[in-house]
């Protein structure tokens, strides 16, 4: 089974591991050869992130071996993992937003002076700064981690990885949120990194990602193995069939839709250090991409729309009529929603039900005289459950205990809920698996046909070319191109969005 | 590229300071100082202000307590039942033993101290009681200890030896020693807090603290030391406060817990977690100091004074969030669009 030079540098025996009322793995055998780059696929759910938590000492599981170098190990806390040289880099970077990025990088494992023990500070910057260089990032290390952008977070994580020489890196979904451009500068880090001797565990949603970098990919499905191939050896078709058990086909259910009246128009939108002379409208039944790299300022551009932080001038004019949205409450008495990216934090109650979370927005149009109807509440999350077909026991369950993809279902459905004329999106796909992201495309291709108008903040290509109508692009803080779906293409978007190189 | 600049062009003075966190709460105590001063030119003499340091030397080492407390998204109540509990254990024994020196007397408020913030520790840490829940619980608890030892009793002056009363009333290169005291705790901490790993540790799981357990902090043990750390500086603090108005009371320091918070808030540090300077923590405690010193030299009613200093307080934090925002706002017009 195994050639006298294959030596698997890290190997799992029939690992499980058990939550309560959930069996999370079930019997995984995974293993991973030195200077090798090995991807894991699978649904949400599919237990993913359980198997990277067990081979970084997170979790301990309740059954199976783990094999380093041949020998049985047990990782009974991160720090052991930590000795035997692996480190993850996290789909949300585990970072502490308070403190600088020095610190970030080095606070597990600080330079110490040998007698005295006195941090050396000097020595850690300096180390840092070339880190990030080696990373061809342009970050300060003495910046404040809450004040970089997301993808700037994750290299950050990436040099602290580097930092501790890890032999295995583990990247859970470390291009979810970045651009093209920066994915394409991670794809060549994370080579150098192999061709060192590296190996590398690399979880993604993308197939492009899989196909461009891994040697070899390993599909979970409900917490089971479900095979491992040579990339080259399996087509894209094979490996969706066996992550999700089904075929689909039609990844763009984009419908045809002929544009109604002018529902938003934006006219030098300004806000001081995020965008400036921002123009664009939209009409009812469009599909509006936003285009651009991350910290571009699209996600700014639509907060002041939804009134999160208004903007500092220009005019916005829904349906004709000028209108001064101060506070996200406004917003939406004109008929505006807004699905954040960070569906975390800012899109739902994680700790109530499902319920709670899709009629809370509504909440004053089932009252009566005060008093709540429960009967009609319930209609109509029981509704949204069935129209989105979110997985879950009842519309009862708290919304902490769905996958990321029902969650973000959740999200759209309170939007829904809200009978909204004009709906952002930021990123309304992102970290959510194929069978998840074909029906929340199914469901604004069918709102937009029903007349609503739609904004969409995206960083995946595909998505952007599959469902817009018009494409913005954006490119810090200004609006470089406009494109109809016939026009647009991904050298376009790209070069619009690039306009000017930043790195040297 | 081509149009920029090679050399970032320095920035005028003023304009590197309004980036500099304290800097609010520095304003705020030029402005309050020199319309105190205008009022009663007393207040700006060398005289009063070593009055005023030696007033607050107490409340800045307690604030120094609190501060890593609630750095790491916690808050010690209990720190000033602890304040009394080892006033009246330290002052109780000196009466006994009038012969034992002052500084042993110092060495045995930071143990005690210790010892009642480890267990105020182990109870948050290890038993997981909500911080507030179980130091308003240990504040109740130690204040009732300080009663039963004492049986009600205070420890006054005449019962204190000459030689303990010193702490307070000597000088050391013409500063009161209580002074001193918390001089060389500001820089111990200052030290510790900046260029120990366990230091920053404390402010890692104040700043994310599921990301401090996956680089392998003890988050337990660090919440247990930050308690351990506010019960020592209660306890230095105490044996400080009974030293200074040479009296040990049942009641001492009740409701104090209150200005400490205020000293902390003032100078920067963050209810939630994670944010919090030394440095900012003393020129909180300095603001205090100031307030309550200067409003009876500028004659307020003593029915006033505590309104008044509610109303300066929050006067403080306000000026200081403007200063902090109006800071952003100029880093953020620097960018380029």
């Known amino acids: ?504 | 590229m081509t149009d920029k600049p090679t050399q970032v062009k320095r920035e005028p003075v003023y304009l590197r300071l309004r980036g500099f966190r304290e800097f609010g709460i520095i304003i705020f105590i030029i402005i309050i100082s020199l319309l105190i001063g205008i009022r009663n030119p007393r207040f700006l003499t060398l005289g009063n202000f070593h009055d005023m340091l030696l007033d607050t030397a107490s409340l800045s080492v307690l604030a120094l307590g609190m501060m890593l407390v609630l750095v790491t998204g916690g808050i010690d109540l209990s720190m000033e039942s602890v304040l009394a509990l080892t006033g009246m254990v330290v002052a109780m024994t000196i009466k006994e033993n009038p012969h034992l020196s002052p500084l042993l007397m110092l060495v045995l408020g930071l143990a005690l101290g210790s010892l009642l913030g480890a267990i105020t520790g182990l109870i948050v840490a290890k038993g997981k009681v909500v911080p507030i829940i179980a130091t308003l619980s240990m504040m109740y608890v130690y204040r009732g200890i300080t009663f039963i030892i004492s049986g009600g009793k205070w420890v006054s002056a005449y019962e204190m030896p000459d030689s303990f009363k010193e702490m307070a009333t000597g000088r050391l290169l013409g500063f009161s020693n209580l002074i001193t005291i918390a001089l060389l705790v500001y820089l111990f901490f200052y030290y510790f807090v900046n260029h120990t790993r366990v230091g920053r540790e404390i402010y890692a799981v104040g700043s994310n603290r599921e990301a401090a357990r996956i680089i392998g902090i003890n988050s337990e043990f660090i919440t247990c030391l930050v308690y351990i750390i506010s019960g020592a500086l209660s306890g230095l603090a105490g044996v400080m406060w009974v030293a200074r108005y040479a009296s040990a009371q049942n009641d001492t320091a009740s409701g104090f817990v209150m200005t400490i918070v205020a000293a902390c808030v003032l100078g920067g540090v963050s209810i939630t977690g994670g944010v919090g300077t030394v440095f900012g923590v003393l020129l909180g405690s300095i603001t205090i100091g100031i307030i309550n010193n200067a409003l009876p030299m500028i004659r307020v009613s003593p029915f006033w004074k505590m309104a008044l200093q509610g109303l300066i307080i929050l006067v403080a934090a306000i000026v200081n969030i403007a200063i902090t925002r109006n800071a952003e706002k100029s880093q953020l017009r620097r960018r380029e669009l």
């Not at chain 1, 609503?452 to 191109?481: K, W, Y």
């Open chain 1, 1 to 504: 089974m195994v050639d006298a030079e294959d030596r698997y540098i890290l190997e799992l025996r029939g690992v499980s591991k058990f939550f309560p009322g959930l069996k999370a793995l079930d019997r995984v055998d995974f293993n991973l050869r030195g200077g090798e780059i090995h991807a894991i696929v699978g649904e949400n759910g599919a237990g993913k992130s359980t198997l990277i938590k067990i081979i970084t000492g997170v979790h301990q599981p309740d059954e199976g071996d783990i094999l380093y170098e041949g020998n049985k190990v047990v990782f009974h806390n991160p720090t052991v993992a930590n000795r035997y040289q692996i480190a993850a880099v996290y789909q949300q970077p585990a970072s502490f937003p308070h403190l600088t990025v020095t610190e970030n990088i080095f606070l597990g494992h600080p330079v110490t002076h040998p007698t005295t023990k006195r941090l050396m500070w000097k020595e850690m910057r300096q180390e840092a700064k070339r880190l990030l260089h080696s990373l061809g990032a342009d970050i300060d290390p003495s910046a404040t981690m809450g004040s970089l952008s997301v993808a700037q977070q994750q290299m950050v994580e990436i040099a602290k990885a580097l930092s501790v020489n890890a032999r295995i890196l583990i990247m859970d979904e470390p291009t979810a949120s970045l651009t093209r451009r920066e994915t394409e500068d991670l794809y060549n880090i994370t080579k150098k990194l192999r061709d060192s001797g590296v190996s590398a565990i690399f979880i993604s949603h993308r197939f492009e990602d899989i196909y461009e970098i891994a040697e070899r990919v390993t599909v979970l499905r409900d917490g089971k193995t479900m095979g491992t191939w040579k990339v080259n050896e399996i087509t894209e078709h094979d490996l969706i069939k066996a992550m999700v058990g089904r075929e689909i086909n039609q990844l763009f259910p984009k419908k045809t839709v002929s544009f109604g009246r002018e529902l938003l128009k934006v006219e030098g939108l300004y806000r001081i250090g995020y965008f400036s002379d921002i123009s664009f409208s939209l009409r009812a039944g469009e599909i509006l991409g936003f285009s651009g790299l991350v910290g571009s300022g699209r996600s700014e551009v639509a907060q002041s729309i939804f009134g999160i932080a208004p903007a500092d001038a220009g005019k916005i004019l829904v349906e004709g009529k000028e209108v001064s949205i101060k506070s996200p409450m406004e917003a939406i008495s004109y008929g505006i929603g807004y699905l954040p990216e960070d569906r975390l934090e800012q899109g739902l109650f994680l700790p109530l039900s499902i319920n709670d979370n899709i009629t809370v927005s509504i909440i004053d149009q089932l009252t009566n005289r005060g008093w709540l109807n429960p009967s009609r509440e319930y209609e109509i999350s029981n509704k949204m459950l069935e129209l989105l077909k979110i997985k879950a026991p009842g519309i009862f369950h708290p919304v902490s205990s769905l996958s990321g993809g029902n969650q973000q279902k959740v999200v759209v459905a309170k939007l829904l809920a809200a009978r909204l004329k004009i709906l952002i999106m930021d990123e309304p796909t992102k970290g959510v698996d194929v069978g998840a992201k074909a029906a929340i495309h199914q469901i604004m291709s069918d709102l937009a046909a029903e007349g609503l108008g739609i904004i969409m903040i995206s960083s995946e290509m595909p998505e952007v070319l599959g469902m817009s109508d018009n494409v913005v692009v954006m490119h810090e803080g200004r609006i470089t191109a406009t494109f109809s779906r016939a026009e647009a293409t991904q050298e376009k978007l790209m070069e619009a969005a690039v306009k000017v190189t930043r790195f040297a």
